[in-house]
């Protein structure tokens, strides 16, 4: 090591101050020590990438320890110490931060992570801003030097972290609705064992007679005559033949090599289909290492696997919810510091914007993205801008079920027009008033939901010189629905919008 380099323990007061701000504690507690998540994974696979190092991690800087969101290229979830890189970065500010070598570096030569057993020399991080705190970076490592990376390198690693950040602030808004999910699969999962174990049905099989002794629920199970006596070939032929060969496979595989067994299958014949779970073990064999005699148990299973198959379409449901989401954030983002004047004036209308977007989110949520009731889409939007003391909101129309798109678009479009009422428009005022009203037109296949908002009462208004992202968003939020359409004119006496949405595939 060069000689110029002096070791220094611990981290200075500066950065030892940014670590522990109690502002930022309080945003990141919040989001320690949550489950592992693909869709973080998927950033830091993508940065080691861009930066073509082994090691890459979304890391969560604590008063006294840095946790692994996302670990590519390590073993360890955590540190406790000695990796004071992340720590120097969130100090340092938002840009990227860069060490080439960390050996020639004062600040990082003498820590355990460059002397000690992981070797690192090159780091590249960037902080991840959530609720204004740089909670912890997104950062790439390799056990070698690396050239300073190029601008372009440095930008796609920038907005990666963004991205991660946006990512943290959408799923923590959702973080309470999952805890509460948790809870309850645990509920159902306790549930279904008690269930199972109330309908155990036990045997043991004599492998010379190719006779099984059993309970009688074992026949019922296979939908075979009731009996306390079965023939082992008599229950393969009652197995659905799509499970056959698996079966067979993994029996055989037991019976020569350990001497545990378990498998599921379908019951033949039976619709919608019964699934059945086996659990054996191999209790005697012969001289020559034969079995001779297993015990074993059957039981129903067939709701845990319509549980899960319901499981896998909710997640694919959500999956693709999640990626509609993250765009959704990142148009709104880039949309809004476009038309911001000011860091403040972009925090406000983002962070308002993200509520709206969350509030939609959380109700669909708690239906299972089934959609959401038009009533209560404008409660959660468009009311809590009237006065509860005196109300100026007039709101009518039967209720109707909107799809998911249309819920998260008509929701943002709502939020637009009463934030704009409130500060500009006609609820700015004691005198003005607001009638929001919707009906349906058309015929049954081609039926349309036309929404109203009608603002009068309030200051005169005139025609903006130029159209902001508010105008822009009340616009297009419904673009991903075919043949939505959406008017919005600034009349004088107060502010005009309709928006026409298609039913047809709605339930009534």
């Known amino acids: 090591m060069d000689s110029r380099v002096r070791k220094t323990p611990g981290l200075p007061a500066d950065v030892l101050g940014a670590v522990k701000a109690q502002d930022r504690l309080a945003v990141l507690h919040g989001l320690l020590d949550t489950a592992p998540d693909p869709d973080f994974d998927r950033i830091t696979a993508l940065a080691a990438t861009v930066l073509q190092a082994p090691i890459a991690l979304i890391t969560l800087v604590d008063a006294e320890r840095q946790w692994f969101k996302s670990s ?47 070797r690192i020399q090159f780091y590249a991080g960037v902080p991840m801003v959530v609720a204004g705190a740089r909670i912890g970076t997104l950062c790439v490592l390799d056990r070698k030097p690396h050239a300073f990376p190029s601008a372009d390198q440095l930008g796609q690693l920038k907005a990666l ?12 808004a959702t973080r309470s609705g999952a805890i509460a999910k948790e809870a309850l699969a ?74 545990d067994y378990f498998g599921e299958y379908r019951v033949k014949g039976i ?25 074993g148990v059957n039981y129903d299973i067939t709701e845990r696997k319509l549980g ?27 949309q809004t510091v476009r038309h911001a004047r000011q860091p403040s004036e972009f925090l406000e209308a983002f962070g308002a914007r993200l509520q709206a977007l969350g509030a939609a989110h959380n109700l669909l949520s708690d239906r299972e993205w089934r959609g959401i009731g038009i009533h209560e889409l404008v409660q959660i939007e468009a009311k ?24 998260v678009g008509l929701g943002l479009i709502l939020h637009e027009l009463a934030s704009n009422a409130l500060q500009y428009g006609s609820l700015s005022v004691a005198t003005g008033r607001v009638e929001l009203g919707w009906k349906t037109q058309g015929r049954k296949g081609a039926r349309h939901l036309v929404l109203t908002w009608r603002e009068t009462g309030g200051p005169q208004v005139e025609p903006p ?44």
């Open 72 to 118: 590519l290229g390590l073993d360890e979830t955590e540190t406790t110490a000695g990796m004071p890189f992340s720590a120097h970065a969130i100090a340092a500010g938002d840009e990227p931060m860069v060490v080439t070598d960390a050996t020639l570096d004062p600040r990082f030569a003498a820590s355990p992570a460059v002397s000690g057993k992981h």
């Open 271 to 295: 619709y919608p289909p019964r699934w059945i779970a086996t659990r054996g073990r191999v209790i005697e064999r012969d001289s020559d290492g034969k079995p001779t005699l297993i015990f």
């Open 384 to 407: 809590p801008f009237d006065s509860a003391a005196q109300p100026r909101m007039t709101i009518t129309g039967e209720d109707l079920l909107l799809t998911p798109d249309q819920a």
């Open 186 to 259: 645990q509920e159902e999962k306790r549930r279904a064992i008690a269930l199972d174990a109330a309908s155990l049905a036990s045997w043991a099989w004599d492998i010379r007679t190719d006779i099984i002794e059993c309970d009688v629920l074992l026949s019922e199970l296979f939908d075979l005559p009731r009996s306390n006596r079965l023939k082992a070939r008599d229950i393969l032929a009652a197995i659905d033949p799509r499970d056959v060969y698996q079966t067979e496979t993994r029996f055989r595989d037991a019976l020569t090599g350990s001497d």
């Open 308 to 334: 899960d198959e319901r499981q896998r379409l909710l997640l694919r449901e959500l999956n693709h919810r999640v990626k509609n989401t993250l765009a959704t954030v990142q148009a709104l983002a880039t």
């Open 161 to 172: 972290a963004e991205l991660a950040a946006s990512l943290f602030t959408l799923k923590d």
């Open 465 to 508: 010189d130029r159209h902001g992202f508010g105008s822009i968003l009340i616009r297009r939020s419904l673009a991903k629905v075919i043949s939505s359409a959406v008017k919005h004119e600034f009349r004088p006496e107060g502010v005009f919008a309709e928006i026409s949405i298609p039913l047809e595939d709605l339930p009534k």
